[in-house]
């Protein structure tokens, strides 16, 4: 009986260690038929349309009290391309439209990963803001077709929990 009991507790440990767990309040859906894609952000943000650029918006997590000091939020922005490039190619224009308008930035590149059922260039770079805090922009890039999508995620510094929700958040994201 006792090697039974503890088959099954191994048994149901492997099983709760082998689901994905999901994070629950990632459940609401943006969708643009115009930008040709769809994903799912957490249900406390809400999205921003920049009024000058139809394909440009943020994701911003919604102020809960005045003492709050910083919303976890990201910009994207889809770029429509006259002819259809590689995902590297993207990728290095990316980085060296960074570095001509700020000469002095130091970006990190790091190779492909994949987040959901796509696979998006990422580097990383720091600044600060006019709160004078530092902070760390985390962008992840991939192309699909003649669109080339960029999500720009603004972390405070050092705080690793920030990116993995936002890889959380990207990996939702699914071209239509």
């Known amino acids: ?3 039974w009991i503890f088959s099954f507790l191994v048994f149901a440990l492997a099983i709760s260690c082998s689901e994905k767990k999901s ?4 459940n609401q ?7 040709h894609f ?3 952000y957490p249900k406390q943000w809400e999205v921003i349309k920049k009024p000058t650029e139809s394909n440009t918006f943020l994701f911003i997590e919604k102020k809960t009290t005045d003492t709050q000091s ?4 990201m910009v994207c922005w889809v770029e429509e391309m006259p002819i ?3 995902d590297s190619i993207y990728f290095q224009a990316s980085m060296t439209q960074l570095k001509i308008s700020n000469p002095t930035l130091q970006i990190q590149p790091f ?12 580097f990383t770079y720091q600044t600060k803001l006019a709160d004078s805090i530092n ?5 992840f890039c991939c192309v699909v077709g003649k669109n080339g999508y960029n999500f720009y995620c603004t972390s405070p510094l050092n705080q690793l929990s920030y990116l993995a929700y936002y890889k959380e958040i990207i990996s939702t994201f699914t071209p239509i």
């Open 1 to 3: 009986m006792k090697q």
């Open 23 to 26: 994070n629950s309040d990632i």
């Open 29 to 35: 859906l943006y969708r643009s038929d115009s930008l």
């Open 38 to 40: 769809s994903m799912m």
């Open 70 to 73: 910083f919303q976890k939020n």
């Open 84 to 86: 259809p490039i590689s």
């Open 111 to 122: 190779n492909p990963i994949q987040l959901g059922k796509q696979y998006f260039s990422h």
């Open 135 to 139: 902070y760390e922009i985390a962008v």
